[in-house]
């Protein structure tokens, strides 16, 4: 708890690993958790469809990074960064989970526990029905999903004398950090 304190970055991941899909953020989640290049500091929260019932491990947070599928209309695979003003008019219809990520931003804004950075990083499902297994596009989007986690770590740390190896290059505010082949 002292680490968290101390560096106050939190990893949330968000899904429902038996709606296809909707599973990317928790499997990045624990391919990150095998990454030698993660700091031990950082803190990981595999939130699964809790909602508002993670505030309590996420309230003290001054960085969060979050891992879901995010339904932009958008090629299937496709990875998105989104932060700032973009992630307040981030509407809900577009999540299955039973609040949206959304509500527990809104519900730390009101709290006054909003952390200074957050950034959601989000892969567009090809399908969200039930299953377990990942489509193809967003299987093969998983290892960018997992660098662009790392790179974002980067970017947070490289002022600190904590920091982590260099994951990708860096990737334009609101651009598809990638996007499936045709």
Partial sequence: ????????????ALG????SDDGVGVSALRELEKDPRLP????LVEGGTKGLELLPYICAAKR??????????AKPGAVFRIAGDDLRTLPGAGSVHE?????MLNALRLMGRE????????VQPLTTELGTVLSVPVQQALPTLVEAALSELYRWTT???????????EVEEGVPISTPEA
């Fill in 99 to 103: 609040f949206a990520l959304a509500d």
């Fill in 40 to 43: 031990d500091w950082v803190v």
């Fill in 64 to 73: 969060l990074l979050v891992l879901d599928t995010v339904d932009v209309c």
């Fill in 159 to 169: 002022s600190r004398e904590c920091s982590i190896p260099r994951a990708h290059e």
């Fill in 1 to 12: 708890m002292e680490r968290l304190e101390a560096h106050k970055i939190v990893i949330l």
């Fill in 16 to 19: 429902n690993l038996i709606r």
């Fill in 115 to 122: 952390p200074t950075d957050i950034v959601l990083l989000g």
